[in-house]
């Protein structure tokens, strides 16, 4: 499971990918119609370690709100519910067992608006995971 599947994963158990809100990993959702979407991106990270299954992904949690009245608000919680549920989450969770550690690299970002005019957030957070049971590279 890529960093970005396991935490879209997090997001739908959570709740936070709900009714009228879509998760995608990879890009926003592109249907015309579907204004209010959440996207998880690997986003690279610094070296693992050499010997020990420790690596160091980072991922970027884009949302979008819808243009309509309050739509602004109403992305700018969703990222608010975003952060809350992944910073600091406890270690190992079931929709993303190889989880380790959860932290958010600075605040939520406006970045500004898409082509439809609907208010886009950025989120990034650094991960650790631990992708092998056995503690130690296999490879």
């Known amino acids: 499971m890529s960093p970005a599947d396991g935490i879209l994963a997090i997001l739908v158990d959570a709740g936070i990918v709900s009714t009228g809100w879509v998760g995608r990993v990879g890009a926003l959702h592109t249907q015309a119609n579907q204004d209010q979407s959440i996207a ?54 079931s929709a993303y067992p190889n989880l380790v550690s959860c932290v958010v690299r600075g605040g939520i970002t406006g970045i500004g608006r898409d082509e439809n005019d609907r208010p886009l957030f950025s989120l990034n957070f650094n991960l650790i995971t631990n992708p092998s049971d056995a503690g130690f590279r296999t490879y």
């Open 40 to 93: 998880v991106l690997d986003t690279g990270g610094r070296g693992a370690e050499v010997k020990v299954a420790i690596d160091y992904p980072t991922v970027q949690v884009l949302i979008r709100g819808s243009k309509a009245a309050g739509g602004y608000s109403a992305g700018y919680a969703k990222a608010e519910a975003v952060l809350a549920a992944l910073q600091g989450i406890d270690q190992n969770p």
